[in-house]
């Protein structure tokens, strides 16, 4: 979906949290970008309901690494659901497209292994510019969207 002229963000009708129990793994690389992404999940998490205590944050050092973090939440029977926040910005080799392919294809595989809601909140942009503008910018906050997808996720599988 193109994001153009188009903030995301705006999400209504979001499930209430109050019981869910959530993991959020989080990308210390680009830190002034994913700590936007999580604040903005993190309160997304909040506004619905959900308590401080049912929320678990793992830092990784790299997007590369999320998928594995993701796993290991995803395996307890106290998580629900798994947000997994981290950006990528291109820059003049290859490493881009392995470390984004890698790191989409591993946080889909835990959702599917643990049946379990695990969404990709992970910028993959071309430019830093792209990349604040959707970490609170002109499109939105990709943490938000993160979040109200497992939220939403959660009571489409409960039902």
């Not at 153009?4 to 129990?21: D, H, V």
């Not at 830190?31 to 992404?37: A, D, F, G, R, V």
């Not at 929320?55 to 993701?70: C, D, H, N, Q, Y």
């Not at 497992?150 to 009571?155: E, G, P, T």
Request: hydrophobic letters at 40%; proline letters at 3%; glycine letters at 8%.
């Amino acid at each position: 979906m193109s994001t153009q002229n188009k903030n995301l963000s705006s999400i209504e009708n979001i499930p209430n949290a109050e019981t869910a129990r959530f993991g959020i793994v989080v990308s210390d690389w680009n830190t002034e970008i994913t700590s936007k992404l999580f604040e903005g999940a993190y309160q997304t998490l909040i506004q619905a309901g959900c308590t401080e205590n049912h929320i678990k944050t793992v830092r990784v050092p790299g997007s590369f690494e999320l998928p594995l973090a993701a796993q290991k939440l995803a395996e307890s029977s106290y998580i629900d659901a798994v947000i997994c926040l981290g950006c990528v910005i291109q820059g003049e080799t290859p490493h881009f497209d392995f470390v984004c392919n890698a790191c989409a294809n591993g946080i889909m595989e835990v959702g599917l292994k643990y049946n379990k809601p695990v969404t990709f909140g992970v910028l993959t942009t071309l430019d830093l510019q792209q990349a604040q503008d959707r970490a609170g910018g002109k499109y939105g906050n990709k943490g938000v969207e993160a979040a109200a997808t497992a939220l939403i996720m959660l009571a489409s599988l409960k039902k």
